[in-house]
């Protein structure tokens, strides 16, 4: 038996559950690598500006200083007039005078002329630095060319125990010492020994790669004079001085000499015992060159 009873076809369609959301997510990446953009170029330009460049991008966009004044009708004005002749003849003319090209032109220092005294300080302080560097450079590679000029030589390598290079605030100090048994001079004598003049000719010979000026100073130990008529004053002024003219003949120019003198027992090298051989030297100070002046400086005090 038939039935009249139609016959329904029912299609379910089954989700993943993990639909296609459309492109939203595209705009929001976008918007992110925009801004991402837009801050790395930004902190680009900071690093490019000067001190005195982010300063004035600053005061441009600060917000204009408003009276904190809140009598009358806590306006902007406040409820006064704008001069002594206003209409309600009531007010002050303060704004008007903080704010006219006069009252900048009465300021004894503007904006401009400190931020151009600011400039030049720190470029001052730019330039004083880049000549200690340079400076303390040569002053280590003088140290090494020394060094190394006497280690090329086996027979006088041994010298180096005798030589004493070191940095002062002065400057860049070479000391010629006496060892016990191994003097750089003769007793009581002015001239120094064969042994001296090597190391003084290669002293002479790196000083003259650098334009510093030299101080030649002459020292003994604390023993007795040679003779009664020659004081040990007398002696370390006259190797000092013979050490100079060693050192003229290695190329020094008169120039290049800043002073010679005689120190006797004054500046022991060792204080514990003023009688140590190692206390009799001459000394060959590098002084270091003198901070650059502006032509202008001290003319306005």
């Not at 180096?160 to 290079?165: E, F, V």
């Not at 750089?184 to 510093?212: C, H, K, T, W, Y």
Request: aromatic share 4%.
């Amino acid at each position: 038996m038939a039935s009249d009873q139609p016959i329904i076809i029912k299609k379910i369609k089954k989700s993943a559950g993990h639909g296609h959301h459309g492109g939203a997510w595209k705009v929001a990446y976008a918007d992110f690598v925009t801004a991402m953009m837009a801050f790395f170029l930004l902190m680009w330009l900071i690093s490019t500006t000067t001190p005195e460049q982010r300063r004035g991008i600053a005061d441009y966009f600060a917000p204009a200083s408003v009276s904190p004044s809140t009598s009358g009708n806590g306006g902007i004005l406040s409820g006064t007039a704008l001069g002594e002749d206003g209409g309600s003849a009531n007010g002050a003319s303060s704004v008007i005078e903080r704010l006219s090209p006069d009252a900048v032109r009465d300021d004894p220092e503007t904006p401009e002329e400190t931020s151009e005294a600011q400039s030049r300080s720190v470029s001052a302080d730019a330039m004083a630095q880049a000549m200690e560097r340079r400076e303390r450079s040569q002053f280590q590679s003088a140290e090494m060319s020394l060094r190394q000029s006497l280690q090329n030589m086996p027979e006088l390598a041994e010298l180096t125990r005798q030589l004493i290079i070191e940095e002062t605030p002065e400057g860049l100090r070479i000391q010629l010492v006496d060892e016990e048994g191994r003097p750089m001079f003769d007793p009581g004598s002015v001239q120094p020994n064969e042994r001296a003049v090597v190391l003084l000719r290669a002293v002479a010979e790196i000083a003259q790669q650098l334009p510093n000026r030299i101080a030649v100073s002459g020292h003994t130990d604390s023993g007795p004079a040679p003779s009664a008529s020659f004081s040990n004053w007398d002696l370390s002024a006259d190797r000092a001085n013979a050490a100079r003219a060693i050192l003229q003949e290695g190329g020094l120019g008169d120039d290049r000499i800043a002073e010679v003198v005689g120190r006797a027992g004054s500046e022991p090298l060792y204080p514990d015992d003023p009688y140590m051989a190692g206390n009799r030297r001459i000394s060959i100070l590098l002084l270091r060159e003198a901070p650059v002046i502006a032509p202008d400086h001290g003319l306005n005090r």
